[in-house]
Nanobody, 121 residues
Framework: VQLVESGGGLVQPGGSLKLSCVASGSAGSIYAMGWYRQAPGKQRDLVAAITSGGMTNYADSVKGRFTISRDNAKNTVYLQMNSLKPEDTAVYYC????????????????WGQGTQVTVSS
């Protein structure tokens, strides 16, 4: 399975961005998809995750601002990010796995190359 992210960039505080991640290869086996982020000098943390059935989990820091969604027919997961803050600045990674719990624990099998999100005025 290959994951390719897109949609990162530079945005001012309070602005919005939408990330996309397309899965290819044996994507039909993927049950769980999600987004992690890693800021310089910090560990990689879960941002949001979603199952093929639509069950979701969010980090407390993004609840009410970010929305994860998924198009199973297109093997694509999205992350709509609103009300962005400077502390959201990080490299955002798409993650996928057959087992949801494994993805939530950061042990998902498949990772994208990452896309930079910078929130700055």
């Amino acid at each position: 399975v290959q994951l390719v992210e897109s949609g990162g960039g530079l945005v001012q505080p309070g602005g919005s961005l939408k990330l996309s991640c397309v899965a290819s290869g044996s994507a039909g086996s993927i049950y769980a998809m999600g987004w992690y982020r890693q800021a310089p000098g910090k560990q990689r943390d879960l941002v949001a995750a979603i199952t093929s059935g639509g069950m979701t989990n969010y980090a407390d820091s993004v609840k009410g601002r970010f929305t994860i969604s998924r198009d199973n027919a297109k093997n694509t997961v999205y992350l709509q990010m609103n009300s962005l803050k400077p502390e959201d600045t990080a490299v955002y990674y798409c993650n996928a796995d057959r087992i949801y719990l494994r993805l939530l624990r950061g042990s998902g099998d498949y990772w994208g190359q990452g896309t930079q999100v910078t929130v700055s005025s």
